[in-house]
């Protein structure tokens, strides 16, 4: 079976400040890893994926995630994080049993960005 | 290029009634999954669908289900509706590549009342 944990149900983080929203996953095989993004009652926005190669992986609007193979982490970071970056953030591993295409998704966590 | 598109956005039924939800994937997009998001649950898993047959199912009842048509489109039903079945509802698609993103519609946000 895959998983993944987020540790942190909230993070609170200065405007300014760099942010990290850790992420940690079980998975047999090699894993495909997302990171997604929540708006107040909108769906997910794709943020980030690790595929394989190098493990410093950049997204949109300036995230970034380290995958760590030997810890088993795909951390999201930020150098400097804004109030509209304020939002509830999943980890994703992408499940595939034969042919199937899902994705297992972390219990998420609530990002506040203070002005 | 369009988004995924759910329709209704939103839904209130009462309970033993039953709702379908519908879902228009992205254009070339083959693979269409659903998921349900509660603040007690979060994302879980629903049922995927390629090539109009459910390639896996999560662990829901019978009264969910689902099926993809021709044109990829996809429509989820729930029978006798439950005040636990009160959620939101997302659809997402995606190419048939495991590397590739999923992406998500707004979602339908279902109350049973």
């Known amino acids: 079976a895959q998983s993944v944990a987020q540790p942190e149900d909230q993070v609170n983080v200065a405007e300014g400040n760099p942010l990290t929203v850790k992420c940690t996953y079980s998975?047999?095989?090699?894993?495909?890893l997302f990171w997604y993004v929540q708006y107040p009652n909108r769906g997910l926005q794709f943020l980030l994926k690790?595929?394989?190669?190098?493990?410093l992986v950049k997204g949109s609007y300036g995230f970034e995630a380290e995958f760590n193979k030997s810890q088993t982490s795909f951390h999201l970071k930020k150098p400097s994080a804004l109030v509209s970056d304020s939002a509830l953030y999943f980890c994703?591993?992408?499940?595939?049993?034969?042919?199937?295409?899902?994705?297992?998704f972390g219990s998420g966590t609530q990002l506040t960005v203070l002005p | 290029k369009a988004g995924v598109t759910q329709t209704p956005r939103y839904l209130i039924k009462t309970r033993g009634q039953q709702v379908t939800l519908s879902c228009s994937p992205i254009?070339?997009?083959?693979?269409v999954s659903w998921y349900q998001q509660t603040p007690g649950q979060g994302l879980q898993f629903l049922f995927e669908?390629?090539?109009?047959?459910?390639?896996n199912k999560g662990n829901f009842p019978g009264r969910f289900s689902g099926r993809q048509f021709s044109n990829s489109r996809s429509e989820m039903n729930v029978s006798t509706l439950e005040l636990g079945d009160s959620a939101l509802y997302l659809c997402?698609?995606?190419?048939?590549?495991?590397?590739?993103?999923?992406?998500f519609g707004q979602g339908t946000r279902l109350t049973v009342v």
């Open positions: 998975v047999s095989g090699n894993p495909y």
């Open positions: 254009s070339g997009h083959r693979s």
């Open positions: 994703a591993v992408r499940h595939f049993a034969g042919s199937a295409r899902q994705l297992t």
């Open positions: 997402a698609s995606s190419l048939n590549r495991p590397s590739t993103e999923a992406f």
């Open positions: 669908y390629f090539s109009e047959t459910q390639r």
């Open positions: 690790y595929i394989t190669g190098d493990n």
